[in-house]
């Protein structure tokens, strides 16, 4: 029987909506025959299915709103599919040995209106799920780059367009939920999802007004409720069930603890994980609270007191969190500023009289962007305090991420992108992306070239940088691709695991290592460290001063020798992971391999096979023949 021969209901609902007929298998139909073409093109609501089956309802927009669209959305999700499978794969090339995804590349990929980055955002969470490609370690971390890089350009959009906002029109919880989803940026599918935050408010706001209507039942009041003197009690009582809702049958509460930790910054910011724990810091709280206040028709609008009061906060902690305090006042329209409620979502949503907080009597409302700035200042300043004094890299990578955020905050704040700047010259990361900033500053009609800055360097200053530096850059990724020919008295060879032999406060250390790259003589390098063999400097003693001409002999001896790049992890050490540029005669092979946990090693390698490091593309290409003696040596 001919599928022709079918009407065309037949087709498109029992036959063609059969979870075993692909997209390619209608697109099959559809190159073969003209009817068939027809009548599988014009059926919006087959693709849609489709669409669906294949990829998830992850669209951020309603899809039953559109029409007529999916065909087009479906053929535009699978070119960019290659697109982006295409930009990952070849991301290698163009960014080593930096490992960072050029601009160009992503503002590329998504350009165009939605739903495109949509898709682009979605096919990198696929890829990045893949467990073949995570078993290659340099495709998986540029799938990771891109995704993040994004996820940065998506979020610095609505960024913008929620800060151009007048204040009467801004969300506390959204302006969370963004901070929230800033901060889950790097966390594959488990980043904040608006949809989801709406929907633990609306299980909030649905189980208050069941506590409203039971307590109703159970007084059996509802002709006093309509009286003129009970708006107000009314709205106390909706307060109150909030209240017994939030902390008392949900438990929500402060955070216990806070400290610069990855989880407990995780928990600070993270608005979906608030839900998860029921722990939350002051603004996460007040979002909650005054979401659901909003939902049942009460306004309650934020406020900071700086008075001490009778129960001060005791811990540390609790001071660093909530300084200067942040409540949630309400107001009888048809009172006095004497009826005002305050609530104070950090000890329990308790409700006080005015009277407690006469200082705040004729204070206006803290506004959203003072609230989102002071959740932020909190994240960045222990971030510093941090870095100052345990010097933690981690902690400096991390704190320009959120300075990156202020650039979205205030994307005509001068300070905020010189200072963002700057780090990105510091650190050499994120060059591109500060270029982009200055430029659209210093074009913008806010631009004052005579203006006095906070930073000795003005933002044209900056920008001339930022620009010379990412040209230093492209010159290390050019001489990176150049080939080296191995000599025939070269001893070890790249992806080699062996044993490095050298000296730290006067003891001798045995630690495997895997090489990654080589000199045929020393070369000087600000990246790897190239002391592996010297004694610590603050062990100098006479006897090291009289030893020092036979000590620069063994240093030019040393240096006139074959160098490798190493990476080296050291558990005996407060920061066990270096990368240090040794001699040859340090080294010795390891007969038994064993997998070494650096952080960089996705930089060079593609996986570890159990004997040996496997090369990427472009350290293959560099060092061409290596591999066969790193075969030849492991046997």
């Not at 075993?20 to 059926?43: A, F, K, W």
């Not at 490609?133 to 979020?155: C, F, G, P, Q």
């Not at 009289?546 to 020798?561: A, F, M, R, V």
């Not at 990427?616 to 003696?629: G, L, S």
Request: with cysteine; aromatic share 10%.
């Amino acid at each position: 029987m001919s599928l022709l021969s079918l009407s065309n209901e037949v087709l498109i609902c029992y036959i063609f909506s059969l979870d075993t007929i692909s997209i390619s298998d209608l697109q099959s139909l559809m190159v073969s025959c003209r009817p068939l073409y027809n009548i599988i093109r014009e059926s919006d609501e087959l693709w849609r299915l489709k669409f669906i089956q294949r990829w998830g309802n992850f669209l951020s927009q309603t899809p039953n709103s559109y029409e007529n669209v999916w065909f087009e959305w479906t053929t535009m999700r699978l070119k960019k599919a290659k697109e982006v499978q295409k930009a990952v794969q070849n991301m290698s090339s163009v960014a080593y040995p930096f490992g960072q995804s050029p601009l160009i590349v992503i503002n590329e990929l998504i350009a165009g209106s939605y739903p495109i980055p949509e898709c682009v955002q979605n096919q990198l969470e696929e890829i990045i799920d893949d467990k073949k490609i995570r078993e290659n370690e340099t495709t998986y971390h540029y799938a990771r780059d891109v995704l993040v890089k994004v996820r940065m350009s998506m979020l610095d959009k609505k960024w913008r367009d929620f800060m151009a906002q007048p204040e009467s029109r801004k969300s506390l919880f959204e302006g969370v939920a963004l901070i929230s989803q800033w901060s889950t940026m790097e966390h594959g599918k488990r980043q904040t999802c608006l949809k989801d935050l709406k929907s633990s408010i609306e299980k909030i706001t649905d189980r208050v007004k069941q506590l409203l209507e039971l307590e109703v039942e159970k007084v059996s009041c509802a002709v006093k409720l309509c009286s003129t003197d009970e708006p107000k009690k009314k709205n106390f009582k909706i307060l109150d069930s909030i209240n017994q809702v939030m902390f008392i049958e949900l438990g929500f509460k402060k955070l216990p603890y806070f400290d610069t930790s990855d989880h407990t910054l995780y928990l600070y910011s993270n608005f979906e994980q608030a839900f998860e724990t029921k722990e939350g810091c002051p603004a996460v709280l007040c979002a909650i609270y005054q979401e659901v206040a909003r939902k049942m028709g009460i306004v309650c609008e934020a406020v900071y007191c700086n008075q001490n009061d009778r129960e001060d906060e005791n811990s540390l902690s609790d001071r660093m969190l909530n300084r200067p305090k942040l409540l949630l006042r309400w107001k009888d329209s048809a009172g006095s500023e004497d009826d005002s409620i305050y609530i104070d979502v950090f000890r329990g949503g308790s409700l006080n009289q005015s009277s407690l907080y006469p200082s705040l009597k004729k204070q206006p409302a803290a506004s959203v962007d003072s609230v989102l700035f002071n959740m932020l200042k909190v994240l960045t300043h222990f971030m510093w305090n941090q870095y100052d004094e345990y010097g933690l890299e981690r902690m400096r990578d991390d704190m320009l991420f959120y300075i990156r955020l202020e650039c979205s905050m205030s994307p005509q704040n001068p300070n905020i992108i010189t200072c963002y700047a700057e780090h990105c010259i510091d650190l050499g990361i994120q060059l591109d992306d500060a270029i982009q900033l200055l430029q659209n500053y210093i074009q913008s009609p806010e631009y004052n070239p005579f203006m006095g800055y906070l930073f000795s360097r003005s933002p044209s200053k900056m920008l001339e940088e930022c620009i010379s530096k990412l040209n230093e850059q492209k010159a290390e990724i050019a001489a990176a691709k150049t080939v080296h020919h191995r000599p025939s008295s070269l001893k070890f060879s790249v992806g080699l695991v062996v044993i490095c032999n050298y000296k730290t406060c006067r003891r001798n250390i045995r630690k495997p290592c895997v090489i990654v790259s080589w000199n045929l003589k020393f070369q000087e390098s600000n990246e790897w460290k190239s002391k592996a063999t010297r004694e610590d400097d603050c062990y100098s003693s006479d006897e090291e001063d009289s030893d020092e001409e036979d000590s620069d002999e063994e240093d030019e001896e040393s240096q006139d020798q074959p160098h490798y790049h190493i990476l080296m992890v050291d558990s005996d050490e407060d920061n066990p992971q270096f990368q240090l540029n040794v001699p040859e005669e340090t080294l010795e092979l390891l007969p038994v391999a064993v997998p070494i946990k650096h952080d960089k090693i996705w930089f060079h390698f593609e996986r570890f096979d159990g004997r040996r490091y496997l090369p990427n593309a472009e350290k293959r290409a560099q060092f061409p023949e290596d591999e066969a003696v790193t075969l030849s040596l492991i046997g």
